[in-house]
């Protein structure tokens, strides 16, 4: 039901495609690139697009649209799993500090609220530094970066449903808190966290291009949009392609993510369900 | 404990629930709304009790409380002998199995994600030992009792209209076989050509199941159709209480007069512009002095002003106010 | 002359199913000083109705199909949008059901009534300031110079009401529709209301369309009624002769199943309620034939097929229906 409605909207189409063909680059990279990504040629430094470097080359001769094409894999990776893990911990957070309210709401949310104090950039840093560049560790401080931020909509999502007859018939059927939050406020919240998702999707890989663009992302010579930015910025009228093109393949993610998240909002919000069926 | 058809179900004396107002800075004095203030209501196995009153009378408050879903701030509540007032945790749980709810709300009061049988089970999952198949078998011949059919059971809530989604609501309340159901406004959210069969149905499980009903409604021919006994509510006192025939035929209090003038009877023959009373219900965080009614009353005097008055019996039924005549 | 003369009027909604009739062929006329009753329940198309005679369908997602709206000896349907609104506030008007949210609440009560004299061009202020506080007084509310500054949250419900009744009448228009004034409503507060509309009906002479579910309100407000059911009118005639004898198996049905007051004496066995089985037929399904035949006790092969035309049966007492019980 819900993937017919999805197939029907444009908007949904759209940032599938544009989501699914990321997804699919990044899986058959080994076998769509043209080029291994680290080999370098000294010879063709800094070359323009051409016949035999589609997007051109880097300063040390390695093919940009190989590097590109490898480059979706930890970007997406880190991606997905980041706002996953973040997702599920800060879920569990913010459902159970949104339906007891009182002092678990207050010892919970302390925490989530410093965490979301720090800037996101000084937070990875600070991780970074601490834990040392691994990709796990980047997961891992990424997917803190969104823990409390799952928390506080997820907080406000449980808030809303517990005001619910539905949940309070829950509770005059003698069921046990935790039951009430598993069986009627969580699956009823999964629309909102689903479309948060989405949306956080973007942003963890932008933060991931951000640290990487930093030098404390994905260290080189593995290729990530973020570092292949970092390289390229000081050349970019000379060599205008190198940051053309995975700033390009950055931004339509960045859209497709969008894109999704905004249908995937209007498809299934309960209110609007009366005008779909 | 619990005695066999007329012994007392339910004992509510001096019931209060007093809600605390946020105030803007410290420095400004509490203030409170007294939502259930000084209520004693008694039901016995069988019985019917309608409680009315308009909006921010109380009544939804009283419900609550009684079926604690909230606690009170005064007074006891007492099930079957046992005191529930304060009762927490599995106590509180456990005595749930005697009184249920049905609310008003068809549409809100049904998960949209669960399916029909699931939910007229979870009463069951909860507070009873029968094992899953069982446990399903027992809310499918439940919905059939409502009226529904077994290949209904599987479906969602917005498949089916309001009047089939109260079904629901009420097969889920006899789930457990509970002694009372408190039913809130059951059928003001339904249409009128489908509330008959929705009275009609509560009025042949209560003779089928021996339940006892508190009914909230502000409709008075729904609760003189379906209660023996009324209590009329006004700014969270009970201002008249008794048998429904002896209150409706010849009430005794200035606000169930005036309830009972204020209806449109449905017999154009009798065309009667309906008696207003003048006035708006008074602002609950700063009820009038003495008796609460008394701005709004035809036969207020000075004493109305300075004195609550005290519920006493009178031809029948219990009534609080100075000037009954 | 009738003051608003409805024809066969068709009202369609678009929906991911394809259009439908949300108001099928419905005709009826309101004479000044007289209160029609439109009862009906959810999906009857009562509320549909007022909002086509005003002009208030949202084009994005209804329109008028067919038929036409005589008022003042124009068709309101054949209107260009303007000349609409011109008369919108001023000849005609509407009062809505939920008075808080047909209130503004960012603006002051004075200011809404205001605004209803600022759309039709009348600017001065003062003036203005004077015909509200005119307004009020004519609606009884109590300190209407304190009630002009308050704001919507600040004053009860049956205020708003008289607020909203006191913007309908800026202009002293000919015909008002009330959707469903009092269901919103305490039924003390319900009365007082009521009262202010059939007052102001026999002052000002308007004509009103009354919209209620309330079988209740209709017996004592109206002087005529008109049944809907499923986008149809299925039976009208003066109020007394249709409560008296009802001739529709619908308004039968309605009647007898609505519980009333009946004062039993104690002791008095309870009868059973009249039922009508089965629900309310959606928009959305299509029925050819009668829309009620499904739900009824008298229906015949020939209701399913063919929708049955009203027909007088005594005078000013018209009901469409094929059972022959029903003359």
């Given at each position: 039901?819900?993937?017919?409605?999805?197939?029907?909207?444009?908007?949904?189409?759209t940032?599938?495609?544009?989501?699914?063909?990321?997804?699919?680059?990044?899986?058959?990279?080994?076998w769509?690139?043209?080029?291994?990504?680290?080999?370098?040629?000294p010879?063709?430094?800094?070359?323009?697009?051409?016949?035999?470097?589609?997007?051109?080359?880097?300063?040390?001769?390695?093919?940009?649209?190989?590097r590109?094409?490898?480059?979706?894999?930890?970007?997406?990776l880190?991606?997905?799993?980041?706002?996953?893990?973040?997702?599920?911990?800060g879920?569990?957070?913010?459902?159970?500090?949104?339906?007891?309210?009182?002092?678990?709401?207050?010892?919970?949310?302390?925490?989530v609220?410093?965490?979301?104090?720090?800037?996101?950039?000084?937070?990875?840093?600070?991780?970074?530094?601490?834990?040392?560049?691994?990709?796990?560790?980047?997961?891992?401080?990424i997917?803190?970066?969104?823990?409390?931020?799952?928390?506080?909509?997820?907080?406000g999502?449980?808030?809303a449903?517990?005001?619910?007859?539905?949940?309070?018939a829950?509770?005059a059927?003698?069921?046990?808190?935790?039951?009430?939050?598993?069986?009627?406020?969580l699956?009823?919240?999964?629309?909102?966290?689903?479309?948060?998702?989405?949306?956080?999707?973007?942003?963890?890989?932008?933060?991931e291009?951000?640290?990487?663009?930093?030098?404390?992302?994905?260290?080189?010579?593995?290729?990530?949009?973020?570092?292949?930015?970092?390289?390229?910025?000081?050349?970019?009228?000379?060599?205008?392609?190198?940051?053309?093109?995975?700033?390009?393949?950055?931004?339509?993610?960045?859209?497709?993510?969008?894109?999704?998240?905004?249908?995937?909002?209007?498809?299934?919000d309960?209110r609007?369900?009366?005008?779909?069926? | 404990?619990?005695?066999?058809?007329?012994?007392?179900?339910?004992?509510?004396?001096?019931?209060?629930?007093?809600?605390?107002l946020?105030?803007?800075?410290?420095?400004?004095?509490?203030?409170?709304?007294?939502?259930?203030?000084?209520?004693?209501?008694?039901?016995?196995?069988?019985?019917?009790?309608?409680?009315?009153?308009?909006?921010?009378?109380?009544?939804?408050?009283?419900?609550?409380?009684?079926?604690?879903?909230?606690?009170?701030?005064?007074?006891?509540?007492?099930?079957?002998?046992?005191?529930?007032?304060?009762?927490?945790?599995?106590?509180?749980?456990?005595?749930?199995?005697?009184?249920?709810?049905?609310?008003?709300?068809?549409y809100?009061?049904?998960?949209?994600?669960?399916?029909?049988?699931?939910?007229?089970?979870?009463?069951?999952?909860?507070?009873?030992?029968?094992?899953?198949a069982?446990?399903?078998?027992?809310?499918?011949?439940?919905?059939?009792?409502?009226?529904?059919?077994?290949?209904?059971?599987?479906?969602?809530?917005?498949?089916?209209?309001g009047?089939?989604?109260?079904?629901?609501?009420?097969?889920?309340?006899?789930?457990?076989?509970?002694?009372?159901?408190?039913?809130?406004?059951?059928?003001?959210?339904?249409?009128?050509?489908?509330?008959?069969?929705?009275?009609?149905?509560?009025?042949?499980?209560?003779?089928?199941?021996?339940?006892s009903?508190?009914?909230?409604?502000?409709?008075?021919?729904?609760?003189?159709?379906?209660?023996?006994?009324?209590?009329?509510?006004?700014?969270?006192?009970i201002?008249?209480?008794?048998?429904?025939?002896?209150?409706?035929?010849?009430?005794k209090?200035?606000?169930?007069?005036?309830?009972?003038?204020?209806?449109?009877?449905?017999?154009?023959?009798?065309?009667?512009?309906?008696?207003?009373?003048?006035?708006?219900?008074?602002?609950?965080?700063?009820?009038?002095p003495?008796?609460?009614?008394?701005?709004?009353?035809?036969?207020?005097?000075?004493?109305?002003?300075?004195?609550?008055?005290?519920?006493?019996?009178?031809?029948?039924?219990?009534?609080?106010?100075?000037?009954?005549? | 002359?009738?003051?608003?003369?409805?024809?066969?009027?068709?009202?369609?909604?678009?929906?991911?199913?394809?259009?439908?009739?949300?108001?099928?062929?419905?005709?009826?006329?309101?004479?000044?000083?007289?209160?029609?009753g439109?009862?009906?329940?959810s999906?009857?198309?009562?509320?549909?109705?007022?909002?086509?005679?005003?002009?208030?369908?949202?084009?994005?997602?209804?329109?008028?199909?067919?038929?036409?709206?005589?008022?003042g000896?124009?068709?309101?349907?054949?209107?260009?949008?303007?000349?609409?609104?011109?008369?919108?506030?001023?000849?005609?008007?509407?009062?809505?059901?939920?008075?808080?949210?047909?209130?503004?609440?960012?603006?002051?009560?004075?200011?809404?009534?205001?605004?209803?004299f600022?759309?039709?061009?009348?600017?001065?202020?003062?003036?203005?300031h004077?015909?509200?506080?005119?307004?009020?007084?004519?609606?009884?509310?109590p300190?209407?110079?304190?009630?002009?500054r308050?704001?919507?949250?600040?004053?009860?419900?049956?205020?708003?009401?008289?607020?909203?009744?006191?913007?309908?009448?800026a202009?002293?228009?000919?015909?008002?529709?009330?959707?469903?004034?009092?269901?919103?409503?305490d039924?003390?507060?319900?009365?007082?209301v009521?009262?202010?509309?059939?007052?102001?009906?026999?002052?000002?002479?308007?004509?009103?369309?009354?919209?209620?579910?309330?079988?209740?309100?209709?017996?004592?407000?109206?002087?005529?009624?008109?049944?809907?059911?499923?986008?149809?009118?299925?039976?009208?005639?003066?109020?007394?002769?249709?409560?008296?004898?009802?001739?529709?198996?619908?308004?039968?049905?309605?009647?007898?199943?609505?519980?009333?007051?009946?004062?039993?004496?104690?002791?008095?066995?309870?009868?059973?309620?009249?039922?009508?089985p089965?629900?309310?037929?959606?928009?959305?399904?299509?029925?050819?034939?009668?829309?009620?035949?499904?739900?009824?006790?008298?229906?015949m092969?020939?209701?399913?097929?063919?929708?049955?035309?009203?027909?007088e049966?005594?005078?000013g007492?018209?009901?469409?229906?094929?059972?022959?019980?029903?003359?």
């Amino acid at each position: 039901m819900i993937f017919s409605r999805i197939l029907k909207s444009p908007k949904a189409l759209t940032g599938l495609i544009l989501v699914g063909g990321m997804v699919l680059l990044a899986l058959l990279a080994p076998w769509i690139a043209p080029y291994d990504p680290l080999a370098i040629d000294p010879v063709a430094s800094n070359q323009a697009p051409s016949a035999q470097y589609w997007l051109g080359t880097d300063f040390f001769g390695r093919d940009v649209l190989s590097r590109m094409i490898w480059g979706a894999r930890p970007s997406l990776l880190i991606g997905f799993a980041s706002v996953l893990i973040g997702c599920v911990i800060g879920s569990l957070i913010g459902v159970t500090a949104g339906y007891f309210r009182g002092w678990v709401d207050a010892v919970l949310m302390r925490p989530v609220d410093v965490l979301l104090s720090f800037p996101i950039v000084v937070l990875a840093l600070a991780m970074v530094a601490a834990l040392g560049p691994s990709l796990i560790n980047l997961i891992l401080t990424i997917s803190l970066l969104f823990v409390p931020r799952f928390a506080r909509v997820v907080r406000g999502e449980a808030m809303a449903l517990r005001e619910l007859d539905y949940v309070e018939a829950a509770r005059a059927c003698g069921q046990r808190p935790f039951a009430i939050i598993a069986r009627h406020v969580l699956p009823n919240a999964t629309a909102q966290i689903i479309v948060t998702c989405t949306v956080f999707m973007a942003n963890a890989i932008l933060v991931e291009a951000g640290l990487s663009f930093l030098g404390v992302g994905v260290t080189p010579p593995e290729p990530s949009w973020g570092n292949m930015l970092a390289e390229g910025r000081n050349n970019i009228l000379g060599a205008p392609w190198l940051t053309t093109f995975p700033g390009l393949m950055l931004t339509m993610t960045l859209v497709g993510f969008n894109l999704l998240g905004d249908a995937l909002r209007d498809i299934l919000d309960p209110r609007l369900r009366g005008l779909h069926n | 404990m619990s005695g066999g058809k007329d012994s007392m179900l339910l004992e509510v004396d001096n019931l209060s629930m007093r809600f605390t107002l946020r105030r803007r800075s410290p420095f400004q004095p509490k203030r409170h709304v007294h939502a259930v203030n000084g209520i004693n209501i008694r039901l016995r196995q069988g019985e019917t009790l309608g409680i009315v009153g308009e909006s921010g009378c109380g009544k939804t408050t009283l419900a609550r409380c009684i079926l604690r879903l909230l606690e009170p701030t005064d007074g006891s509540i007492k099930l079957n002998g046992r005191d529930i007032t304060h009762a927490k945790g599995a106590t509180l749980r456990q005595a749930r199995r005697d009184m249920q709810f049905v609310f008003q709300d068809p549409y809100a009061s049904l998960d949209p994600r669960m399916r029909a049988y699931e939910l007229v089970r979870e009463p069951l999952d909860a507070l009873s030992d029968l094992p899953r198949a069982e446990a399903d078998e027992r809310a499918i011949a439940l919905l059939e009792k409502v009226g529904l059919t077994r290949a209904q059971a599987k479906q969602y809530p917005h498949q089916f209209s309001g009047g089939q989604r109260q079904r629901i609501g009420i097969a889920r309340a006899l789930a457990l076989n509970p002694k009372l159901v408190l039913a809130d406004e059951p059928v003001s959210a339904l249409d009128v050509s489908v509330r008959a069969q929705i009275l009609n149905l509560m009025a042949d499980l209560r003779a089928e199941f021996g339940l006892s009903y508190i009914v909230i409604s502000h409709d008075l021919a729904i609760i003189e159709h379906v209660c023996d006994r009324v209590a009329i509510i006004y700014l969270g006192r009970i201002v008249e209480q008794g048998e429904v025939e002896t209150i409706f035929n010849a009430p005794k209090h200035p606000y169930t007069q005036a309830l009972l003038a204020a209806i449109p009877d449905p017999d154009p023959t009798e065309r009667r512009r309906a008696a207003d009373i003048q006035g708006d219900l008074p602002n609950p965080s700063a009820p009038p002095p003495g008796c609460t009614f008394h701005p709004r009353c035809p036969k207020a005097t000075a004493l109305c002003r300075q004195q609550a008055p005290e519920p006493r019996q009178l031809d029948g039924r219990e009534v609080s106010c100075h000037h009954t005549d | 002359m009738a003051l608003l003369d409805v024809n066969n009027l068709v009202t369609e909604f678009t929906t991911p199913a394809g259009p439908r009739r949300a108001v099928n062929e419905v005709s009826f006329a309101v004479q000044r000083g007289e209160i029609l009753g439109l009862v009906g329940e959810s999906g009857s198309g009562k509320s549909v109705t007022a909002l086509s005679i005003m002009g208030l369908v949202d084009n994005q997602v209804g329109r008028i199909a067919g038929g036409s709206i005589g008022f003042g000896g124009m068709d309101l349907t054949k209107l260009p949008a303007a000349e609409l609104r011109a008369l919108r506030g001023k000849r005609l008007s509407m009062i809505f059901q939920e008075p808080l949210s047909a209130l503004n609440p960012c603006y002051t009560i004075g200011d809404q009534i205001a605004e209803a004299f600022l759309a039709h061009g009348d600017t001065d202020k003062r003036k203005n300031h004077q015909r509200v506080l005119d307004l009020l007084r004519l609606v009884h509310i109590p300190d209407p110079e304190g009630v002009l500054r308050r704001y919507p949250h600040e004053i009860s419900g049956g205020m708003r009401q008289r607020a909203m009744i006191a913007m309908a009448l800026a202009y002293t228009p000919e015909l008002l529709i009330a959707d469903e004034p009092t269901t919103a409503l305490d039924v003390t507060i319900q009365a007082q209301v009521l009262n202010l509309i059939d007052r102001l009906r026999r002052e000002l002479s308007l004509g009103v369309v009354l919209i209620t579910h309330d079988i209740g309100i209709v017996a004592q407000y109206t002087d005529r009624v008109a049944v809907m059911y499923g986008g149809r009118i299925v039976e009208t005639g003066p109020t007394a002769e249709v409560f008296a004898a009802p001739k529709h198996p619908y308004t039968i049905g309605l009647l007898a199943s609505v519980p009333r007051l009946r004062h039993r004496k104690p002791g008095e066995k309870r009868t059973r309620l009249q039922e009508i089985p089965g629900s309310v037929p959606s928009i959305a399904e299509i029925t050819q034939g009668c829309r009620f035949a499904n739900r009824c006790a008298h229906s015949m092969p020939q209701c399913a097929q063919q929708v049955p035309p009203m027909r007088e049966r005594t005078a000013g007492h018209a009901t469409a229906c094929h059972w022959e019980g029903a003359a």
